[in-house]
């Protein structure tokens, strides 16, 4: 997908019409008191190569839906703390099937406030599969038989804070007494030169551990323990001692973790900082997990957050001890790819048994759903340190991510300056002008992921006529998938995910033996998982009789995790067996 992609609708079977996609008029985004213009260009393009603002990017969606009516839904799944609408898009092409009857992948992004680069991925895969559906055989494949579920604001209240008001902010914008004196949130970080960025002041102090760097005066270097020639600084992120306790900036908004408030091993305050007062006490974290246990189709999970240019694995928020073998090889054979496809590295969330995250959305996803999540870590930075970061932005990017240091009159500390990185965009998150390339990087495997999914499919039943004029009806579904229906080992031990079902629908004729509906279990699919289903096909029989000229029958086979596959109707007749085609 290009930086700047035309958003197109499907018309017919094998064109593409292009279409309008936004007026240039501008957008008013009442979150936070802040009007923002949408800037997708005239001509129909999403230029990718910019960070969107909640309400940018429910426009978007809410466009995607009109422009592409058969293969796009927008829903709203709960509502945030502060009352924003938490939304998602659904993409399948509703044409070959409703979502619920696909497997299904689920993708989102920006739980934390500032790692606008996870947002932007999300949006970013949710245009490119619309984009190249009908052109792209395998993207066409995957939303002909698959689901996506994308989410780019999973914290839409905290992600605008910090994009449109340069807040710094970690998670829920939910105030939190981080000092312990009573009062809430009130020592944030200002724009004290107004100059529409939040960076630091240098203090000129005898003690400091900053000095300049002999390599660029602009920057400050870490001061040795020997070292007595300065001068000398402290740093301190722009602000003023708004509670006057001495400190600045430490009491700013919110301050509660979203991604440790999720149930399976969340852990109290005093051992996992940010948790809040319980498990799925905020509303965000709430809706995803109400949403996610009434969507059994979800087969994988991809929680984007940025930064370091990895991606976390499982196990996560727990004893490593303590994870099934069998599931952990299956976890390092899937991130192996992403590995080969980005060439960046795979590592465990957890490490040991006493120093890991506690309630994580990726570990409750395995332990109560027996899904396999993931953390890709976006944006590795700039290589080489501060030194070539800066000389990069100088030359290519026109000195946009750095401010100059200017002296400041400070009310409390008198004479500072103020300037350096603007790190929200060099360090946490890539400049803007480098995005798209940062989420393209990584759509191959989300794609490859999706297609990992179990996937069931039905043989054409056969009906041989038996004695009495009864009809003997046998049924085979088999896992043609890469992960069994069960998705992991966790999933069989826990019951969490249903055994595949296959049940005939009788019209004019009884059925004579066998029960409507037959639980055939768990299908094997092309990986081998120590210990899981023995077998990929399993079958289903029934003796059924007409009632009269007009019989028929359906077979329908049910996977949660591998999709529905049901027959036409097929028409009993004890002269020949049926040459019914099937559809999914």
């Not at 947002?119 to 494949?141: C, P, W």
């Amino acid at each position: 997908m290009s930086v700047h992609s035309r958003l197109e609708i499907k018309s017919g079977v094998d064109s593409l019409q292009c279409v309008k996609f936004l007026t240039s008029a501008c957008l008013l985004l009442v979150m936070l008191g802040t009007s923002v213009s949408a800037q997708v260009q005239s001509d129909g393009t999403i230029d990718w190569n910019r960070y969107y603002s909640n309400g940018e990017s429910n426009v978007i969606m809410a466009e995607w839906v009109k422009q592409y009516p058969t293969l796009v839904k927008l829903e709203t799944i709960g509502k945030s703390f502060l009352g924003t609408d938490l939304t998602l898009v659904e993409i399948t092409n509703q044409e070959t099937g409703p979502a619920s009857e696909k497997p299904a992948l689920y993708v989102d992004g920006n739980i934390h406030s500032s790692e606008l680069t996870s947002g932007a991925l999300a949006l970013y895969f949710a245009g490119y599969l619309l984009e190249h559906y009908g052109e792209d055989a395998a993207v066409t494949e995957l939303l002909d038989t698959h689901t996506f579920y994308v989410r780019p604001k999973f914290n839409p209240d905290g992600s605008d804070a910090s994009l449109l008001r340069e807040v710094s902010l970690r998670s829920s914008v939910r105030p939190i007494d981080s000092d312990g004196d009573g009062a809430f949130d009130e020592d944030p970080s200002e724009d004290l030169n107004r100059d529409g960025f939040i960076t630091q002041m240098r203090i000129l102090d005898p003690e400091g551990n900053r000095k300049i760097s002999p390599d660029d005066p602009r920057l400050l270097v870490r001061r040795s323990a020997e070292d007595t020639e300065g001068p000398f600084y402290r740093v301190v992120s722009e602000g003023i001692d708004n509670d006057g306790d001495g400190r600045i900036n430490e009491d700013g908004i919110g301050g509660l973790d979203l991604n440790r408030n999720f149930p399976r091993n969340w852990a109290l305050p005093f051992k996992q900082s940010g948790a809040g007062p319980f498990p799925l006490s905020e509303p965000e974290t709430h809706a995803t997990v109400r949403f996610i246990t009434d969507h059994p189709n979800i087969t994988g999970i991809l929680h984007n957050h940025t930064s370091g240019g990895f991606v976390y694995r499982l196990p996560s928020a727990c004893d490593p001890a303590t994870f099934d073998e069998n599931d952990l090889e299956l976890v390092k054979t899937l991130g192996a790819k992403f590995t080969e496809l980005t060439e960046r590295p795979v590592r465990p969330s957890s490490t040991d048994a006493t120093r890991h995250r506690y309630g994580t959305l990726i570990s409750w996803a395995y332990w109560d759903r027996g899904i396999i999540g993931w953390v890709p870590e976006l944006w590795p930075g700039l290589a080489g340190g501060s030194i070539e970061a800066l000389r990069y932005q100088d030359e290519h990017l026109g000195g946009r991510y750095f401010v100059n240091w200017a002296s400041y009159q400070h009310p409390t500390l008198g004479e500072v300056e103020i300037g350096g990185f603007r790190s929200k965009f060099i360090s946490s998150n890539p400049p803007a002008e480098l995005l798209a390339a940062e989420c393209a990087l990584h759509v191959p495997w989300f794609l490859w992921l999706a297609q990992r999914s179990p996937v069931l499919e039905m043989a054409q039943p056969i009906l041989e006529p038996i004695e009495n004029g009864n009809i003997e009806v046998i049924a085979t579904v088999e896992n043609t998938g890469f992960l069994p229906t069960h998705l992991t080992r966790r999933g069989l031990d826990s019951k969490v995910v249903k055994p595949v079902v296959v049940s005939i629908e009788l019209e004019n004729a009884t059925l004579v033996e066998g029960k409507n509906r037959i639980v055939i279990g768990h299908l094997r699919g092309s990986y081998a998982l120590e210990g899981g289903s023995e077998e990929s096909a399993g079958s289903a029989r029934w003796v059924v009789k007409a009632d009269n000229a007009e019989a028929n029958i359906i077979i329908v086979a049910v996977s949660d995790t591998g999709g529905t596959v049901r027959s036409k109707k097929i028409m009993l007749s004890p002269k020949s067996r049926t040459t019914t085609v099937f559809v999914r």
